[in-house]
């Protein structure tokens, strides 16, 4: 399986924005759930947002709502996490998963290394 690959993070003040990207280097995220996941040390990873990159139907976590979005550019190599006005709690690994065929982020499909977002001031 061509391997995901997130970049992107960085660190911000709160009120902040990043753009965080995932891809398949060398194929595309076509016909799949994109999810984007966050993890801090000692918490399990959660959920932030998946999108059907057929149809782009979206989730996104309630804490997120308003200020994150997440779009899929047109030739479906690359799925973007847009982070608007960030937060402390914002903080974390960012993971990009995988689900193909799926409509459904599940968490059982496939993984990238994730990036780090840290907002601090």
């Known amino acids: 399986q061509v391997p995901l690959v997130e970049s992107g993070g960085d660190s911000v003040q709160p009120g902040g924005s990043l753009r965080l990207s995932c891809t398949r280097p060398?194929?595309?995220?076509?016909?799949?759930?994109i999810g984007w996941w966050r993890q801090v040390p000692g918490k399990e990873r959660e959920r932030v947002s998946c999108?059907?990159?057929?149809?782009?139907?979206?989730y996104f976590k309630d804490s997120v709502k308003g200020r994150f979005t997440t779009f899929t550019d047109d030739d479906k190599k690359t799925t973007y996490l847009q982070m608007e006005s960030l937060k402390f709690e914002d903080t974390g690994t960012y993971y990009c998963s995988r689900d193909p065929g799926s409509d459904f982020c599940s968490g059982n499909g496939f993984w990238g290394r994730g990036t780090q977002v840290t907002v601090s001031s």
């Open positions: 060398g194929d595309t995220l076509n016909n799949a759930a």
């Open positions: 999108i059907n990159t057929s149809n782009g139907r979206t």
